[in-house]
């Protein structure tokens, strides 16, 4: 029997990601949350039939209406969302970040831990093409050991967007819009962080639209805590890198950014993988893909010799079929909610570097 979903929160992840993924993997959508009058009336051209509410508690006192609940409202939100839906007792997806700091992520999953309200997070960008692709390099071991993560999700957007994400100061900015994708990424990849240095400043919005991050991820099998080859603040500029055998991933975040990309770069000491760009995205990497085959995303490099990179099957519409397949008892839990929460320490480190300057231990 097909999934039916409440949705809390009908704008750009409600309806743009959720609602569509949703939709692909066979589920309904029977309650929406919505105070919007527009975003209503899309709601009701959506999805006919389905109940319309102007807030949460009304939803929850509809319990019967569905049987999954999807937490799209603005991030500052989501912690009172999620601790709602966890008293409810419904199973729930909760976008990222799931909470705007680290403690506060802590208190989401304990509020669902002790309701005994299963609960996982939204985070589809551990099914993009790029990410499935270099996860399959990897296990082949085509790079070799790999020293360097580098990702840019950059955007030339000369007039900022008038939305909370770039308005908000509890919920905006690209560090909780952008960080907890590009943070989840490189751990999934790479494993724990240990240290984080970065810089965040507001060029063109009220909230952080320029975001560096650098992670320094723990030397497989050391000690929990070790900071591998611990560099000064100046060092990891400069590009000066500690003998140390633990990946270093630098990421990058930008809304004012002319020349956006390369998309991914992964080093390693057999070779290279390389995305020049990001879901259409301009950018004056564009021209280097103009080779590039159907099938394949990005290249194994070698100096002047690239090679096209199959790519394997899945995408982002695999997290809704994950989904249902975990709440029938069939497969584990998409995304283990404490996986969000280490994300969420990393970026409290990272905006704690960013005010004073300095390498922070995780």
Same mark, same amino acid.
Do not use: C
């Given at each position: ?5 409440? !949705?809390? #929160? ?5 309806? &743009? ?23 209503? /009336? ?28 999807? !937490? ?5 939100? +989501? ?16 976008? =990222?970040? !799931? ?79 952008? #960080? ?7 751990? &999934?990849?790479?494993?724990?962080? $240990? ?21 320094? +991820?723990? $030397? ?24 140390? =055998? ?17 998309? %991914? ?9 390389? /995305? ?44 809704? %079929? ?32 960013? =005010?004073?300057?300095?390498? !922070?231990?995780?």
């Amino acid at each position: 029997m097909a999934l039916r979903i409440g !949705i809390v #929160g009908y704008g750009g992840a409600g309806r &743009q990601i959720h609602a569509r993924l949703a939709r692909a993997a066979g589920m309904s959508v029977t309650a929406v949350v919505a105070r919007d009058s527009g975003r209503r /009336v899309q709601a009701a051209g959506d999805w006919p039939g389905a109940r319309l509410f102007n807030d949460l508690p009304s939803m929850l006192g509809e319990s019967g209406l569905y049987d999954l609940v999807v !937490i799209a409202s603005p991030s500052s939100l +989501h912690a009172e969302h999620a601790g709602a839906v966890s008293l409810a007792g419904k199973p729930f997806v909760l976008d =990222k970040p !799931i909470a705007t700091t680290a403690a506060e992520a802590r208190r989401v999953v304990s509020a669902a831990s002790s309701s005994g309200t299963p609960f996982t997070v939204f985070q589809n960008r551990r099914w993009d093409p790029e990410q499935l692709t270099l996860a399959t390099l990897l296990k082949r071991g085509d790079l070799g050991t790999v020293h360097t993560f580098e990702r840019h999700w950059e955007r030339w957007r000369p007039k900022p967007q008038q939305r909370w994400k770039e308005n908000d100061a509890v919920g905006g900015g690209l560090l909780l819009d952008l #960080g907890p994708h590009l943070v989840d990424s490189a751990t &999934q990849l790479f494993g724990p962080v $240990v240290a984080v240095y970065a810089e965040a400043r507001a060029l063109s919005t009220p909230t952080e639209d320029d975001v560096f991050l650098v992670l320094h +991820h723990a $030397v497989p099998g050391s000690e929990p805590g070790t900071v591998p080859g611990r560099a000064a603040a100046a060092d990891v500029l400069f590009g000066v890198e500690p003998p140390a =055998k633990g990946v270093v991933s630098r990421l990058w975040a930008g809304s004012l950014v002319g020349a956006p990309g390369p998309r %991914t770069r992964v080093l390693g000491d057999r070779g290279a993988y390389l /995305v020049n760009s990001f879901e259409g995205d301009a950018s004056p990497f564009d021209v280097l893909d103009g080779e590039q085959p159907d099938g394949t995303h990005g290249w194994l490099v070698r100096g002047r010799e690239r090679t096209p990179v199959q790519q394997p099957r899945g995408g982002h519409g695999d997290f809704y %079929t994950a989904v249902a397949e975990w709440l029938a008892g069939e497969a584990e839990v998409p995304v283990d909610p404490a996986d969000a929460v280490r994300t969420a320490e990393v970026l409290d480190a990272a905006r704690l570097s960013a =005010k004073e300057g300095r390498l !922070i231990d995780v």
